[in-house]
């Protein structure tokens, strides 16, 4: 038995009691969590993406609904991807952005672009309100090859990533940017950004962690093709004709 299935046989997994869904309005969600925490290294943590998994700070989980479906782990295929018309758009618009890779570490302007995103992207929201603490619980927080990559346009800070580097991948974990630039792009130039990394660096996939065709915040992720969704534990073409 190699060292990396010495590792995943010593985890476990539990299911949270139902909570509140933050994507569908009137749903409860439970999620499947990854223990013990401290024996998810890198290679493990690459496996477990792979069979559907994300983090959160050292919180290692996959959705576990009762009655629902809709969350589709999707990835994009790097050296197949073809960005459409309005992604190149996108590209050309942000191009001029000076960019810087960084390990983690609390910058309070990173934080208070942080809360600005989330006052005017997810107001309400369990994170509109996150202190510097809960930032860094949620950003800084991780066991595995993680950095952050800072976006500039003139020296004024636009846009941040928090990015895992996974055995077969980037797993880009979370982005928050300027809400208040009237036409930017800045989500899509971010992905279009880390598939490029992921070619130069040869690895073949970009997790963009789940997809939820009746979520406005996720569908999103449907329109970077081809796209690759876990299905019964195979990754297989993407189809949006998936019934939750």
Not at 31 to 58: C, K, T
Not at 59 to 67: A, M, S
Not at 71 to 95: G, T, W, Y
Not at 135 to 142: D, G, H, P, Q, V
């Amino acid at each position: 038995m190699s060292h990396r299935d010495d590792a995943i046989a010593v985890i476990h997994f539990y299911a949270t009691a139902p909570y509140p869904c933050s994507y569908l309005d009137g749903h409860q969600a439970r999620s499947q969590v990854a223990i013990p925490a401290d024996a998810i290294d890198g290679s493990v943590y690459s496996r477990l993406v792979g069979l559907g998994f994300r983090r959160s700070g050292h919180f290692t989980y996959r959705p576990y609904c009762d009655d629902c479906r809709a969350c589709i782990p999707v990835r994009i295929p790097v050296a197949q991807f073809l960005p459409n018309r309005s992604q190149r758009r996108a590209q050309r618009q942000h191009d001029g952005l000076e960019v810087r890779m960084l390990p983690l570490a609390f910058v309070q302007e990173h934080y208070e672009l942080y809360y600005r995103y989330q006052r005017a992207r997810h107001d309400g929201g369990g994170m509109s309100d996150d202190d510097p603490v809960q930032y860094a619980e949620f950003i800084l927080k991780s066991r595995v090859d993680s950095f952050l990559v800072e976006f500039r346009e003139q020296g004024v800070l636009r846009m941040v990533s928090l990015i895992d580097r996974l055995d077969d991948g980037l797993s880009a974990v979370y982005t928050f940017f300027d809400p208040e630039v009237p036409g930017a792009s800045y989500g899509v130039y971010n992905v279009l950004w880390q598939v490029a990394l992921a070619q130069q660096l040869a690895l073949p996939h970009v997790y963009l962690g789940y997809w939820i065709k009746a979520s406005p915040k996720m569908v999103y992720k449907q329109h970077y093709r081809p796209l690759q969704m876990l299905d019964n534990g195979r990754w297989v073409p993407f189809r949006d004709d998936v019934t939750p």
